[in-house]
């Protein structure tokens, strides 16, 4: 069984930052990308950023480009992956999910196997 398990949310002043972090395990993720999508209230769920499995490829959204980094960790038992959020806006204001499948970049949501629970980010104007 795999899980992925987000941290990281919480309120925020606009202009400010937040790091979200995801672990992944239970199987292996091994050549599987890695990302974050989220969903804004009373919205559909939107990319926001995914990495590759080496960590040498990266794919934004336009909305987040230039403002958040995403960055991953790999280790024998577990993956990570980080979403650095600089110069956050409260159109940022979302429930952020951890996703991870062979690929992510250019993939529909149902097309993912793999998602974490949600974590708050709410970002105060």
């Known amino acids: 069984q795999a899980d992925l398990v987000e941290s990281g949310g919480g309120l925020v002043q606009a202009g400010g930052s937040l790091r979200l972090s995801c672990v992944a395990s239970g199987r292996t993720f091994s050549n599987y990308e890695m990302g974050w999508f989220r969903q804004p209230p009373g919205k559909e769920r939107e990319f926001v950023a995914a990495v590759s499995w080496t960590g040498d490829k990266t794919s934004y959204a336009d909305s987040v480009k230039g403002r958040f980094t995403i960055s991953r960790k790999n280790a024998n038992a577990e993956n990570t992956v980080f979403l650095q959020m600089n110069s956050l806006k409260p159109e940022d204001t979302a429930t952020y999910y951890c996703?991870?499948?062979?690929?992510?970049?250019?993939?529909?949501?149902?097309?993912?196997?793999?998602w974490g629970q949600g974590t708050q980010v709410t970002v105060s104007g």
């Open positions: 996703v991870s499948d062979y690929r992510v970049v250019r993939m529909a949501t149902y097309q993912i196997h793999y």
